[in-house]
């Protein structure tokens, strides 16, 4: 886990060579769908049956969306800044299906720092194995003392 401090930080906008960033990869599992479905309650056939899911014209069950903006909070939390984060907000939107068995690389770099409210703003964006964007966000991350 990172532990950066506000003081730590360097945006985009400071230095455009030697900003803050970071990434991890992750590969998604039934048992992570099933666990998202447990505490979502989310029972689209879209991501419970296969053969829905191939009939819209998907080769498998489509990953909840959340489910892949749920890394964000990972990025945010662990890696960027990491252990003193306070999570403001996640602005992300979707750009292609996630499916099971899929890695997916989650990277995200500080764009801005903001003195007066001791927060950054992060943009990220999860890949898949493909090299295919899936999804892109704006975070907005705080600090703890």
Same mark, same amino acid.
């Given at each position: 886990m990172n532990e950066y401090r506000f003081e730590e930080?360097?945006?985009k906008e400071e230095d455009k060579k030697e900003y803050t960033k970071a990434e991890f990869s992750t590969s998604v599992t039934a048992e992570m769908m099933q666990k998202f479905y447990e505490i979502s309650g989310d029972d689209n056939p879209l991501h419970m049956d296969e053969?829905? /899911?191939?009939? =819209?014209?998907?080769?498998?069950?489509v990953v909840y969306g959340m489910l892949t903006a749920s890394f964000y909070?990972? $990025? /945010? !939390? @662990?890696? $960027?800044?990491? %252990?003193?984060c306070l999570l403001h907000s996640v602005e992300s939107s979707f750009k292609n299906p996630v499916f099971i068995g899929d890695t997916l690389t989650v990277a995200g770099y500080v764009k801005e720092k903001h003195e007066a409210?001791?927060?950054?703003?992060? @943009? /990220?964006?999860?890949?898949? =194995?493909?090299?295919?964007? @899936?999804? %892109? /966000?704006?975070? $907005?991350? !705080?600090f703890l003392k």
């Open positions: 930080i360097i945006s053969a829905f /899911a191939k009939e =819209q014209g998907f080769y498998s069950r909070s990972r $990025l /945010a !939390g @662990v890696y $960027l800044p990491g %252990k003193f409210t001791r927060t950054i703003d992060i @943009v /990220a964006t999860i890949t898949n =194995q493909d090299g295919k964007k @899936v999804s %892109k /966000a704006k975070i $907005l991350a !705080g």
